[in-house]
């Protein structure tokens, strides 16, 4: 492409977002909040999807571009070469960001100069700060979505980067929650929520069916049900794990939901359980509050500490503590009234610190920010590569741990750092 006919302005005027597929999970929660963030706050967007896989039936409102009609994952050497041309072509498009997916980070040296880059940051795993962090130098913005991210890109970039980073935290638009009313009486069976990726790395689930032991050995009249999609093949040792502790009756799996089908399900229970070992942000976390549930979730540092204040809006515990999370439970399930002051406190938070409208103008001032930045302009861009010669980037390959390490160790090193 002629740099003669890239376009001269430092205005946004097309934000281009780059996600590969979109689940019933809190990254898919994250998409379509921001989606309808930058809508809410005037600024253009369009999404690029080198592959059509997409479960949540309410995104295509958003008229995405699949550069394939297969729903698998096409040759990356095409999907490079197509994501690349798709971008440059369009001479209104001032900005791309993406999720901190390996892919389309391979596609930032490729692009015109006059486009601005943003990097969310959604996860401190090892590969996925290696991806977030590749192209450094010809990014103009990284969005660190919760305080623990913000910590580490400090510690992880140069000084000189530093006014790189911008903390926008994700949010939820608390106007499609009813807030929480019946909060019964003492004595009444208590229903439990968790939901969300379904997994024992990160999520901690298998902590669940040992929890839902204790609190069936203390004679509470309970079932735990648990929404969203399995992973890392946990499917198997989750329903292992449950008839283990003798808790088939109580645990109980209940598939996915889309996010439009979340505040109604929210709205049927009592308490949601958090048990995660990490977490970028939590958005589940956020959307049961904002339904004003009692929220009860592992004690994470610079995530759900800020998040939640304990014993007023929510409860926090040791992300080991089966007992403290059983004994937590117990608590609130005894007194009615304390889950009522609780999810009140909970919602109020939530609209007042973390609202769509909030999120929308965050990212429209960063992403003014990153077109008033003009050091990444002189950045040398790259010939577009040969469909057939292109070969991943070593920095934008997972972690060599991650690659190296087996799963239960990396389930154990979870638990502990």
Known sequence: ??????????????????????????????AMTLLKALNGAGVSVQTVHPWKQVQVPEYFQFNPIFLSDSGDEPPLSDSIHDMIEVINSDLECTIFSHFGSSNWGAIIPYLRPDIRVVVSVHSITPSALKIA???????????????????????????????????????????RFVQKTDFG???????????????????????????????????????????????????????????KHRVED???????????????????????????????????????????????????????????????????????????????????????????????????????????EKHGLRYRKLFEEAMADQTTVAVPMLPMPPKELFVMPESLKPHLLARILPGWLKRELKKII
């Open 1 to 30: 492409m002629a740099i003669s006919s890239i376009r001269q302005t430092e205005d946004i005027v097309k934000v281009y977002l780059g996600f590969n597929d979109i689940r019933q999970d809190g990254m898919g929660a994250a």
């Open 133 to 175: 962090l590749a192209n450094s130098e010809r990014t103009n913005k990284f969005v660190a979505v919760s305080w623990e991210v913000e910590k580490i890109l400090l510690r992880k970039l140069p000084r000189k980067d530093h006014r790189k980073i911008s903390l926008v935290t994700n949010a939820v638009d608390a106007r």
């Open 185 to 243: 009486k003492h004595g009444d069976r208590i229903k439990i929520v968790s939901l969300g990726r379904v997994e024992d790395y990160t999520k901690g689930a298998d902590k669940i069916p040992k929890i839902a032991q204790k609190l069936k050995q203390a004679g509470l009249d309970f079932e735990w049900h648990l929404y969203g999609y399995f992973h890392w093949g946990y499917e198997d040792r989750f329903f292992g794990q449950v008839k």
């Open 250 to 356: 109580v645990v109980l799996y209940k598939g996915c939901l889309t996010p439009s089908e979340i505040p109604a399900m929210l709205s049927l229970y009592d308490i949601m359980v958090m048990p995660s070992n990490h977490e970028g942000f939590g958005i589940s976390l956020v959307e049961s509050m904002a339904a004003g549930l009692t929220c009860i979730s592992s004690r994470l540092r610079d995530v759900t500490d800020k998040i939640i204040e304990n014993g007023k809006d929510g409860i926090l515990v040791g992300r080991n503590d089966i007992k403290g999370f059983a004994r937590a439970i117990l608590m609130a399930c005894a007194d009615p009234y304390m889950r009522k002051k609780m999810g009140n406190a909970a919602r109020e938070k939530i609209i007042s610190q973390f609202s769509i």
